[in-house]
């Protein structure tokens, strides 16, 4: 292409190949990701249309369901990841797992623990809303909502706002606990623990009739 936009000269590949081995010339070039390509081939990795629209109140309890993952640095230099399954229409975080790993299992975990708990039984249409990380894009994550029948929303790409309220409470969480003073896992796992009992049992909300997320989760459930 080269050579025949600045110089007007047209030569077939082959041509050119055997010039530049003649002339030992060697042009890197950066190699292709054995992974997207597979990706694309197989169409892994898809993202899905936005179901919420921002509309974080439904006033049904676990009808909408929102996710995300937040970094959670402690002891110096070592990392964990929080996965939580906040319910948009009460704000009471209804699943959670912390990890000291960003792998596939901490999003495909936290599902597990959100169709075991007994506190809130899903409405069939229930769905989980999230970003477009590679976690919740995954076929596998995708596969495991088909088989609890639960439907799938994603934010558009890099908008914050389509899951606003899930950012909101990562805020608070990080704003409530002292992750950084944490020496080990296990202690950030107690802290983290305690501030989530708190955030759903004592933590009123103006929006929400100044009512804690588990108190006005029973009160939608009992004007229904």
């Known amino acids: 292409m080269t050579l025949e936009n600045e110089y007007g000269i047209v030569y077939n590949l082959k041509r050119i190949r055997r010039l530049m081995k003649k002339f030992e010339l060697v042009c890197p070039h950066r190699k292709p990701n054995p992974y997207k390509r597979m990706a694309k081939a197989t169409q892994e990795h898809r993202a899905v249309p936005n179901l919420l ?3 974080f109140r439904k006033e049904i ?7 995300g ?21 009460t704000g009471e975080v209804l699943a959670y797992h912390l990890s000291d790993r960003i792998t596939l299992d901490l999003a495909i ?4 623990k959100l169709v075991k708990q007994k506190r809130l ?20 994550f995708q596969n495991l909502l088909k088989k609890y029948k639960l439907g799938q929303s994603m934010s ?18 990080i704003d409530h606990v002292d992750h950084l003073s944490c020496t080990t896992f296990e202690i950030l796992k107690q802290e983290v623990n305690r501030y989530l009992r708190y955030y759903n049992n004592h933590r009123y909300q ?5 009512m804690t997320p588990v108190q006005y989760r029973n009160h939608l459930m009992s004007a229904t």
């Open 53 to 55: 629209q921002r509309d």
């Open 61 to 67: 309890p676990g009808l909408a369901l929102l996710t």
């Open 69 to 89: 993952i937040t970094y959670l640095p402690y002891s110096h230099s070592k990392m964990a990841y929080l996965s939580t399954v906040l319910d948009a229409s």
């Open 109 to 112: 975990d936290t599902v597990e």
């Open 121 to 140: 039984k899903l409405p069939k249409e229930a769905f989980i809303h999230s970003d477009q990380g590679g976690h919740y894009t995954s076929p596998t």
């Open 156 to 173: 558009r790409r890099g908008n914050c706002w389509d899951n606003a309220p899930q950012e909101s409470f990562f805020g608070q969480l």
């Open 206 to 210: 103006w929006g929400r009739k100044k």
